[in-house]
Antibody, heavy 118, light 108 residues
Framework: EVQLVQSGAEVKKPGESLKISCKGSGYSFTSYWIGWVRQMPGKGLEWMGIIYPGDSDTRYSPSFQGQVTISADKSISTAYLQWSSLKASDSAMYYC???????????WGQGTLVTVSA | EIVLTQSPGTLSLSPGERATLSCRASQSVSRSYFAWYQQKPGQAPRLLIYAASSRATGIPDRFSGSGSGTDFSLTISRLEPEDFAVYYCQEYGRSLGTFGQGTKVEIK
């Protein structure tokens, strides 16, 4: 069974750094792209970027380029999304999703809620 | 960049009624790369339809997708209580892909 399990909710202050994770299981982690999706409170879904854990090829949405870093550790089947300096506007739910060869996102993590508040 | 516009924003219907949701693309989209997702409060999106009209694993046949070019639709033939949720269309063939802004199907 394919599963993506994300790290737990985080409460941070503006300016702090953060790294959240997404652990894949039940499939070959290095053979599928993993993407990160932001959902701000009461809003829709936005792709932030994707990574291919097999070779760490990473692509970002122009809206998120330079704002976050996506990485992966294939030895532990885990993808990451990190911020070096959080802003209040980064408060959102973040989902990871596995993309198949046609870029279809069939499997999703349960989401990680990030709250940034002074 | 493709923009997907969903209508209506909110659909108020009763259980047992038929729901038709629309998604219009700013430019032509390949049917092979068009999907619909359902999202309930506090849950991750769930894939319903891919390749415009193929149901994902485990999706009841009351859900159907159709369309081509710039106009796509999702139909729920008879609404069950568990179908009241937000629905998103998505194009996934170009760049990272794009989601529509969502249609909320609420109980009337």
């Amino acid at each position: 069974e394919v599963q993506l399990v994300q790290s737990g909710a985080e409460v941070k202050k503006p300016g702090e750094s953060l790294k959240i994770s997404c652990k894949g299981s039940g499939y070959s982690f290095t053979s599928y792209w993993i993407g990160w999706v932001r959902q701000m409170p009461g809003k829709g879904l936005e792709w932030m970027g994707i990574i291919y854990p097999g070779d760490s090829d990473t692509r970002y949405s122009p809206s998120f380029q330079g704002q976050v870093t996506i990485s992966a550790d294939k030895s532990i089947s885990t993808a990451y999304l990190q911020w070096s300096s959080l802003k209040a506007s980064d408060s959102a739910m973040y989902y990871c999703a596995r993309r198949d060869s046609s870029s279809l996102a069939e499997y999703w993590g349960q989401g990680t809620l990030v709250t940034v508040s002074a | 960049e493709i923009v997907l516009t969903q209508s209506p924003g909110t659909l108020s219907l009763s259980p047992g009624e038929r729901a038709t949701l629309s998604c219009r693309a700013s430019q032509s989209v390949s049917r092979s790369y068009f999907a619909w997702y359902q999202q309930k409060p506090g849950q991750a999106p769930r894939l319903l339809i891919y390749a415009a009209s193929s149901r994902a694993t485990g999706i009841p046949d009351r859900f159907s997708g159709s369309g081509s070019g710039t106009d796509f639709s999702l139909t729920i033939s008879r609404l069950e209580p568990e179908d009241f949720a937000v629905y998103y269309c998505q194009e996934y063939g170009r760049s990272l892909g794009t989601f529509g802004q969502g249609t909320k199907v609420e109980i009337k």
